[in-house]
């Protein structure tokens, strides 16, 4: 069974996709004209000219909304598709759960013939700047010490390539770990965390002391005294990378 079977019976409720990120993908894309999803979910930020979504989870394959490309089951790793098949081939916030991330960015580089795009976090920074995991759920950021990709990896086995950084607005409608940073409540619904790997994996008993703790700063007014200037600000950079490689 894939993960996601489990993990993603909520997923498209609070996970859509953000369309200040998608222009950020679209443009990343540039004038390819088939594109393959890789590891596409329930199809977050798919252009028109997606061709072929390939996604393990049926759970996740539920969730295309009508209309959306054909999706195949499968899993980055063994990709159902010929060489230089697909203009582009995008892969996003999907890299950390691979069971064989080098086979996997092979097979991406494999099929495409213009373009390889990903979305991913620098867990260095991710960790250094979002208050949620640095100052309330160190048990999550530990959690994703184990599995996120560092940039340099990523960028090695690409063969090169560029990284943008994507700054979050602070109304991000695709509720992803950081989505949430100027609207703090969202993370104590248990649907919020469902749509999150990051707090689902952790768990709940890890999460309950800082998940308490910040109920407590929040109902008291602390959280907003100690984050007063977060609060001025319409987006932030922690962490999330587009990475841009050209085959
Ligand atoms: C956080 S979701 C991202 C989904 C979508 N790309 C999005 O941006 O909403 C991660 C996805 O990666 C998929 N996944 C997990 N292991 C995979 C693998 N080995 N190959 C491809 N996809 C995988 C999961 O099933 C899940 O749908």
């Known amino acids: 069974m ?9 997923y498209a409720r609070t996970r859509q996709a953000d369309p200040r990120i998608a222009a950020r993908i679209h ?3 540039g004038d390819a004209t088939g594109v393959v999803n890789v590891g596409a979910g329930s199809g977050s930020y798919e252009p028109a000219r ?11 394959i539920s969730q295309r909304p009508p209309g959306a490309a054909p999706a195949v ?21 999907t890299v950390h759960h691979w069971a064989d991330l080098a086979a996997g960015i092979a097979e991406l580089r494999r099929v495409a013939r213009r373009r ?5 976090w620098d867990q260095a920074v991710f960790r250094e700047r979002f208050w949620l995991v640095r100052d309330y759920l160190p048990e999550a950021a530990a959690f994703d010490d184990t599995r996120a990709v560092p940039i340099d990896r990523l960028l090695d086995l690409l063969g090169g390539g560029r990284q943008e950084p994507v700054r979050i607005p602070h109304d991000c409608a695709d509720g992803f770990g950081a989505a949430f940073w100027r609207r703090p409540h969202a993370y104590l619904d248990p649907c919020v965390r469902a749509g999150i790997s990051m707090l689902a994996q952790t768990g709940d008993d890890a999460l309950a002391p800082g998940l308490t703790r910040l109920a407590s700063d929040l109902a008291t007014g602390r959280w ?10 319409e987006s932030i950079d922690v962490g999330y990378r587009l990475l841009v490689t050209d085959s």
Not at 2 to 7: E, N, P, Q, R, T
Not at 116 to 120: A, K, M, R
Not at 224 to 233: I, P, V
């Open 224 to 233: 907003h005294s100690r984050y007063a200037e977060l609060l001025t600000l």
């Open 50 to 60: 997606t061709v072929l979504a390939v996604e393990p989870s049926q759970v996740m």
């Open 116 to 120: 390889v795009v990903i979305l991913t």
């Open 73 to 93: 089951q499968g899993v980055a790793e063994h990709l159902p598709l010929r060489d230089d098949s697909a203009d582009a081939v995008m892969a996003l916030l």
């Open 2 to 10: 894939a993960v996601y079977d489990a993990l993603g019976a909520t």
């Open 27 to 29: 443009a990343a894309l």
